[in-house]
């Protein structure tokens, strides 16, 4: 290859050409994010689960669904977290796993699993770094109030900036909601039964008329008799002739025509009963039965519901589906009121007793027929006898036959008068009975429960296709129903028909109103109303073209809409390319400084050309592969390739050092170029080789470690192979080219420094305890150090982006709160540097995956603090201003960010202890004592057991065997009073051309108070002695007693084991790492409950696991460095000797860390990884000159002092450049180079101290340690 390359310099051109055409494409066309793609293998299943305590969901939910996950293969942690109204399970998978695969199976796991009713379909998530928002973004427009805003961001806004490639979704914040509001009003639903009642009051009088006027007859009819026996018996005794005893006949006869006509009367108050019976069963029958045949309509009349009542009552199949439907529909109550029991009552009622009420009436109305036809005759009989009077006057016998008859007739007409009192008195119960049954359904209450209100809301605001027409070759599309159009109709819609009270409307009973959440939404950009809005991209699409699509759209919005602005609050993308274009700006200086080393060692500008070219040629056949490989520009990759910048040239520095030497000879440019590449070409490529050999050991390395340093390693990789295919191919083509009149410089300055140091270390190969006990004490000394100092995952970062979280309290009304955060910004805002303020209601509490379980509300804010450019690297000061304000305010806790690119909620931050154990109560208590310790610990605030919003709960003991018998479970008890308790349900959408209202069905016309709770009314379905079934009502207080008690806010589980964490945050100048230290010596000295454990986690579980990872790293490395040495030497014990620096390195290193105060990071720890691989090529060219020198003859101790002579100019040069490539990421004061400053550092002082140990050290060891001769071994001569 090298041959090729000086014979074909042509060719060297073409291929030079084509790396860097394709390393320009390859730029141009690479993605830039902050960090590397981070793989998280986590999946959440969030279940909703309204109404319930945790106690319930961690019982009917998180277990149920633990029980069935718990299974799945590739499961390495499962933690739960049961709060009220929720359920949250994370699933922590091993890093094999295929995350994508996994929540499929995760899907269908929990589609086969039945939750209680209620509860919501569990939600799958896949959690991810796309999950939090890559801008926030303010809106605001001139002249426009917030509720055209609100209209105006979501028809116009949104949509546009939706439609960018790869934005995945955009939600906003302070926009104004609109819905109607159908309250069942107690007043008019009053009014309204009233009427009901009313006339039913007024039916049941007329027949209790009926009623008084057969009493009133009967009675007058019984006076008659009695006055007529009286009469007649006196006749019998006062006259003796026939004309008396007519007279008594007569009177008889009145009597009995007196008794006919009360028989009359009474057998028409019985009929006039019955019909109000009837009537009343018709009544009942036909209000529930139109209420089925709405549903019914609803659903779209399906063969398997039943069409009425009656068909509900005598198929028990249709009944089951029906209540199914309504359950699914969110009509539980209805589905539970319309048991068998009711159905077959009201039907038998309808079916049974109206027929027997139609027979009996129609035997009353024979019975009344005969009674006046009866009662005709005999008064037609009465007339004939008054006009045959005369005649039977003289007629003795015939009148005392009359006086017989008539007594007949009066003992017949007084059997009729008790027959008549018999059925009057039974008229009169049923009246009674029928009077009861008809006042206790006289009303709405059936039609007025929420859930059949919201089923006949929607019913009627339908609009659907039913299929196709066909009339000859013509389809038509039959189209049923018309949605309601604007808020009248809602009002008008008709509800039900009452027979005598007329149409029920929905205003009739309701108060409908269109209500909007403006007391509850609060956004503010600068003080003034906005809109925020958040926009998150797809996991596929990169942060920095999701940003610049959507800046895109925002100007495009701008110029479109006048009054239109826009702030961004939050862009990630914006801070990405901040972070890029100031380590691309290192990276460009880095070479430049490097190639001044060069020209300053080697005093001449060709060979400093040449190597020159090789710094920007091989960055570009890096930035190639990093494209092939799928790496992007992040700040992580560009720190490896900054680093790779110094380390390149080592190289090109070698073989050009070579060649030159072999010019200054006088040896041909192009013979030199040859022999002088071949001579140093297994050297350089042993060197590459064991530089990268530190980076293999990133292979065996699991999680954050290998994803966040697979780019770094990659990248400085790729470098350095790059940088050796240059050295070998276009430096000795260039040189056979360049060289032609080159000849060797004097360096007076360098070679009386060459002659110090010569003295030196002659000196410490006499006196050989003192760099040894310096370098074994600097070490010791600054590791101590170092420790002390702690460890971080991700070095504190400059940003022009602040954010802060408050808490308000909580007996505050959201107008105080509003007021208190217009006060809070105001005076942010006159915070010096401060550029631009938003804040935004957030959600609180137990609110997660975008599910609040609490009520909408301001008590939780969010604010953003944008900073001038200038003042980035003051943002940790002016979040302490920031502090200071909320410190002097009433809240009840609050946090301030001074970044809003920290990545420590990602990759895990602050201290986290966890308490195991089963017994919530032990827990609870030994949450409090740890957060006593956390306290006196001292380093530690904002510490919290996340158990301070739990409730006060009241408890219901239920009395069982009492319930039992009165006909109750305790579930049926919770469902009533879940029922009672429940207040609001979504009924349908109301579409007008103003807009879309969603409709509310609001009912706290029956909602029980404290004081009221044990008198609530409990139903109970008894069964009677004849095997029939009657409801009944009884108090609470009669089967259970209350209590009082503290719940808890949440109920967290790992691998279905209780625990409780206690949380706090690291107070400013402390370190996680090191404060836990002292913290887990007190917490090993507690004495824990029987079942009880304590352990600590968070950032310090996640600092320890990547110092595993990274001592396993350097481990590994140190060996295979070492074993690449044995095969390069042959040899154990040269390999031994160079392998020495890697501690003074690392001494260089801490000592580094110490002086400027930097924090000990997983970066800077890449540092020292690094450092191995470069600091022992300096050890290796010391050792191999020493060793040729003494083959050659010359004494040890001499060939120590000659080779570190001859050999410090190129392990200067090369430390230098690498050096003076890092130094501006040190001293640059640009956003995004505290992110590579501590591994600069690292590498920096590691070079610098090792680089000045080597020439020092390494002698003595290699004088301490290989006494014994070097030989020759000759393996080419011939055999004599």
């Not at 690449?1124 to 031994?1136: D, G, I, K, T």
């Not at 020495?1140 to 800077?1164: D, K, N, R, W, Y």
Request: overall charge neutral; aromatic content about 6%; some cysteine.
């Amino acid at each position: 290859m090298i041959r090729e390359s000086v014979k074909k310099p042509y060719t060297v051109l073409v291929g030079v050409l084509m790396v860097i055409v394709l390393g320009f494409v390859s730029f141009t066309k690479m993605k830039t994010d902050l960090i590397p793609s981070i793989n998280i293998p986590y999946v959440t299943v969030v279940t909703t689960y309204p109404g319930a305590a945790p106690e319930r969901v961690k019982a009917d939910i998180t277990e149920v669904l633990e029980n069935s996950l718990g299974t799945m293969s590739g499961v390495d942690t499962m933690t739960s977290s049961s709060g009220e109204n929720f359920s949250m399970i994370l699933l922590e998978f091993t890093d094999d796993t295929d995350i994508e695969q996994a929540s499929s199976k995760v899907s269908r796991m929990v589609d086969q699993i039945k939750l209680p009713e209620g509860a919501g379909k569990p939600m799958v998530l896949e959690l991810s770094t796309d999950m939090v928002a890559t801008m926030y973004v303010g809106v605001t427009k001139e002249k426009t109030d917030i509720f055209d805003l609100t209209t105006f961001v979501e028809k116009n806004v949104i949509p546009e900036i939706k439609r960018q490639d790869g934005v995945a979704s955009v939600s906003e914040t302070g926009g104004i909601t609109r819905s109607v509001e159908v309250r069942l009003s107690q007043d008019k639903i009053d009014e309204i039964n009233n009427d009901i009642l009313g006339q039913v009051n007024k039916s049941l009088a007329d027949a209790k008329k009926k009623l008084n006027e057969s009493k009133s007859q009967l009675a007058s009819g019984k006076s008659k008799i009695a006055s007529g026996q009286k009469s007649l018996q006196e006749q019998k005794n006062l006259q003796a002739n026939e004309l008396a005893k007519y007279t008594k006949q007569l009177n008889e006869a009145l009597a009995t025509k007196a008794a006919y006509k009360s028989q009359v009367t009474s057998l028409k108050a019985q009929i006039a009963g019955l019909k109000a019976e009837k009537k009343q069963y018709k009544s009942s029958y036909d209000t529930l039965n139109q209420a089925i045949k709405s549903v019914y309509a609803a659903a779209g009349s399906p063969a398997y519901l039943p069409a009425n009542l009656k068909e509900a009552a005598t198929d028990a199949k249709k009944l089951a589906a029906l209540k199914q439907a309504l359950i699914a529909a969110g009509q539980k109550s209805t589905a539970d009121s319309l048991d068998q029991k009711t159905l077959t009552t009201l039907v038998y009622g309808m079916d049974t007793r109206i027929p027997q009420i139609t027979a009996e009436l129609n035997n009353l109305k024979t019975k009344l027929a005969t009674a006046q036809a009866a009662y005709q005759q005999v008064s037609k009989a009465v007339s004939q006898a008054e006009k045959q009077y005369e005649k039977v006057e003289s007629g003795k016998i015939t009148a005392a036959a009359a006086f017989g008859s008539t007594s007949a007739e009066l003992s017949a007409a007084k059997e009729k008068i008790t027959e008549g009192e018999t059925k009057l008195k039974e008229a009169e119960k049923t009246y009674k009975d029928s009077a009861k049954a008809a006042r206790e359904n006289a009303n709405l209450d059936a039609l007025l429960s929420m859930d059949t209100l919201s089923g006949l809301l929607s019913a009627q605001n339908f609009d659907m296709p039913a299929g196709y027409i066909s009339d000859d070759k013509t389809q038509y599309l039959l189209k049923v129903g018309d949605e309601l159009s604007n808020l009248d109709e809602l009002k008008n819609l008709v509800l039900t028909k009452v027979k005598g009270v007329g149409d029920i409307h929905l205003i009739d009973v309701c108060d409908v109103t269109l209500i909007d959440d403006s007391e509850k939404n609060y956004a503010r950009i600068n003080g003034q109303p906005a809109q925020i809005l958040s926009v998150s991209k797809a996991s596929t699409a990169y942060t920095s073209d999701v940003s610049k699509n959507t800046e895109k759209a925002i100007k495009k919005l701008e110029k479109r809409y006048d009054g239109l602005h826009f702030m961004t609050l939050t862009d990630q993308g914006d801070y990405i390319d901040v972070i890029v274009d100031a380590v691309m700006k290192n990276l460009i200086w880095g070479a430049v400084l490097a190639i001044l080393v060069l020209l300053i060692f080697l005093w001449d500008f060709r060979p400093t050309i040449i190597v020159g070219i090789s710094i920007p040629l091989s960055v570009l056949f890096a930035i190639v592969l990093m494209y092939f490989t799928g790496i992007t520009l992040n700040a992580i990759s560009l720190s490896g390739l900054s680093l790779g910048i110094g380390m390149l040239v080592d190289n090109s520095i070698v073989s050009i050092e070579n060649i030159y030497r072999l010019r200054s000879k006088g040896v041909p440019a192009a013979k030199a170029a040859l022999q002088g590449a071949k001579q140093i070409a297994g050297a350089i490529g042993a060197s590459t080789l064991t530089t990268i050999c530190v980076f293999l050991p990133l292979l065996f390395t699991e999680g954050l470690t290998r994803q966040l340093l697979g780019d770094m390693s990659l990248t400085i990789s790729y470098s350095l192979i790059a940088s050796l295919v240059v050295a070998l191919t276009v430096v000795p083509a260039m040189s056979s080219s360049m060289l032609k009149n080159s000849a060797g410089r004097a360096h007076p300055l360098f070679d009386r420094i060459q002659e110090f140091y010569g003295r030196v270390l002659a000196f410490c190969l006499r006196v050989k305890v003192v760099p040894l006990i310096l370098a074994i004490v600097l070490l010791i000394f600054s590791g101590a150090m170092v420790l002390r100092m702690g460890i971080v995952i991700m070095p504190d970062m400059a940003s022009n982006q602040l954010s802060a979280n408050l808490t308000l309290p909580d007996q505050t009304e959201d107008t105080e709160r509003a007021k208190t955060t217009d006060k809070i910004i105001k005076e942010i805002q006159g915070i010096k540097g401060v550029k631009e303020t938003g804040a935004m209601a957030s959600a609180g509490g137990s609110a997660m995956m975008g599910i609040s379980a609490g009520e909408k509300s301001l008590q939780n804010m969010q604010l953003f603090v944008m900073l001038e450019e200038d003042y980035a690297h003051k943002n940790k000061e002016i979040a302490k201003q920031i502090e200071d304000i909320l410190s002097k305010k009433d809240l009840k806790n609050y946090d301030v960010s001074d970044s809003n690119m920290d990545m420590s909620a990602m990759l895990g931050s602050g201290l986290t202890v966890k308490i195991k154990g089963e017994d919530t109560d032990k827990l609870l208590s030994v949450s409090e004592k740890v957060m006593k310790l956390v306290e006196e610990n001292g380093a530690f605030e904002n510490i919290s057991n996340g158990q301070e919003e739990g409730a006060t709960e009241i408890r219901l003991t239920i009395n069982k065997n009492k319930a039992a018998r009165k006909g109750l479970t305790v579930a049926q008890i919770y469902q009533q009073l879940a029922g009672k308790l429940t207040t609001s349900k979504d009924s349908t959408t109301l579409h007008t051309k103003d807009g879309d209202y969603e409709v509310a069905i609001v009912d706290e016309t029956d909602i029980p108070t404290y004081k009221q709770l044990m008198d609530s009314k409990i139903t109970a379905s008894v069964t009677q002695a004849d095997g029939s079934k009657k409801e009944k009502e009884y108090k609470l207080s009669d089967f259970a007693k209350k209590s009082q008690g503290q719940s808890l806010a949440t109920i967290q589980r790992e691998n279905q084991v209780n625990f409780i964490s206690v949380t706090a945050d690291a107070k400013d100048g402390e370190n996680t790492t090191v404060a836990s230290r002292s913290l887990q010596t007190r917490l090993d000295k507690m004495d824990l409950p029987d079942g009880i454990t304590v352990e600590i986690g968070g950032e310090s579980d996640s600092t320890n696991e990547i110092v595993k990872n990274m001592l396993l790293m350097i481990l590994l490395g140190f060996i295979f460095i070492y074993l690449v040495m044995v095969a390069q030497f042959q040899s154990l014990l040269s390999p031994f000797i160079v392998i020495f620096t890697v501690p003074l390195a690392f001494t260089g290193g801490l000592i580094a860390l110490l002086i400027t105060g930097e924090q000990l990071s997983m970066l800077a720890m890449m540092g020292f990884v690094i450092l191995m691989g470069v600091i022992v090529n300096n050890g290796i060219v010391y050792v191999d000159y020493v060793n040729q020198l003494r083959l050659s003859g010359m004494q040890r101790q001499e060939a120590l002092v000659v080779a570190g002579k001859t050999r410090m100019r190129p392990i200067f040069m090369t430390a230098l450049t690498t050096i003076m490539a890092m130094l501006t990421t040190i001293f640059s004061d640009s956003i995004g180079s505290d992110m590579g400053r501590g591994m600069s550092i690292v590498v920096v002082g590691g070079l610098i101290y090792a680089t000045l140990m080597t020439l020092l050290v390494v002698p003595v060891l290699y004088d301490i340690m290989f006494k014994r001769e070097v030989h020759y071994v000759d393996v080419d001569s011939e055999l004599e």
